[in-house]
């Protein structure tokens, strides 16, 4: 069974930083592409960052220069760090994992996590 569980999230002023991370199980990690989401009140799910099982990423325009997805295939973890917050990137962060589509920030996924709030006050 796979799993996802996801941590890091907090509040912070603006251009402060944070580091999520994504803690994976059940499946073979490193084969997988993954990516990170985002849902503020009111608003549709967004993609965030997307990464392939040979290290290539993608980004949002929104977040580009400001975030950088990555993984740690020996510990089975997905990270997104965020530089240069801004109150607009408030919102729930998703890790996902096994893409329909490789390196799409909105691809469709199989596999998602609970979530972690991320709060960004000016």
């Known amino acids: 069974q796979v799993q996802l569980v996801e941590s890091g999230g907090g509040s912070v002023q603006a251009g402060g930083s944070l580091r999520l991370s994504c803690a994976a199980s059940?499946?073979?990690?490193?084969?997988?592409?993954m990516g990170w989401f985002r849902q503020a009140p009111g608003k549709e799910r967004e993609g965030v960052a997307a990464?392939?099982?040979?290290?290539?990423?993608s980004y949002a325009d929104s977040v580009k220069g400001r975030f950088t997805i990555s993984k740690d295939n020996a510990k089975n973890t997905l990270y997104l760090q965020m530089n240069s917050l801004k109150p607009e990137d408030t919102a729930m962060y998703y890790c996902?994992?096994?893409?329909?589509?490789?390196?799409?920030?909105?691809?469709?996924?199989?596999?998602w996590g609970q979530g972690t709030q991320v709060t960004v006050s000016s």
């Open positions: 990464i392939d099982s040979d290290g290539s990423t």
């Open positions: 059940g499946y073979t990690y490193s084969s997988y592409c």
């Open positions: 996902a994992a096994d893409c329909r589509i490789r390196l799409w920030v909105g691809s469709p996924y199989n596999y």
